[in-house]
């Protein structure tokens, strides 16, 4: 089981940066992939970046690959994402989630389908 719980979420203008934090519970934390979702309202929910769980790949939704930057800290179980440049188009629910048991390039795949835990959310609202 992993239990995961974001933070960092916020009102900024646009322009600015955020960082979102996600925190996980439990000891399968650095065998797990990480993705970033976010979902606007009326909207399906979308993939953002996800990150394996060496964190030595990572991968971004080609439409935020430059403004937004997925890492992770297995030390501390927490995986970040890092958003430069916010837009107001970026205001939208940001979950954090986690996936185990994936192999080969089956990390790869911007799927919600893939992931196994969800996090709540945190709201992040970009004012124009």
């Known amino acids: 089981q992993v239990q995961l719980v974001e933070s960092g979420g916020g009102l900024v203008q646009a322009g600015g940066s955020l960082r979102l934090s996600c925190a996980a519970s439990?000891?399968?934390?650095?065998?797990?992939?990480m993705g970033w979702f976010r979902q606007a309202p009326g909207k399906e929910r979308e993939f953002v970046a996800a990150?394996?769980?060496?964190?030595?790949?990572?991968y971004a939704t080609d439409s935020l690959k430059g403004r937004f930057t997925i890492s992770r800290y297995n030390a501390n179980n927490t995986a970040y994402l890092q958003m430069r440049s916010l837009k107001p188009e970026d205001t939208a629910v940001y979950f954090c989630?986690?996936?185990?048991?994936?192999?080969?390039?089956?990390?790869?795949?911007?799927?919600?389908?893939?992931?196994?835990?969800w996090g709540q959310g945190t709201q992040v609202t970009v004012s124009s």
């Open positions: 989630a986690a996936a185990q048991g994936l192999y080969g390039s089956d990390w790869l795949r911007p799927s919600a389908k893939v992931y196994d835990y």
């Open positions: 439990g000891r399968t934390f650095s065998t797990s992939v």
């Open positions: 990150i394996r769980w060496s964190g030595d790949r990572t």
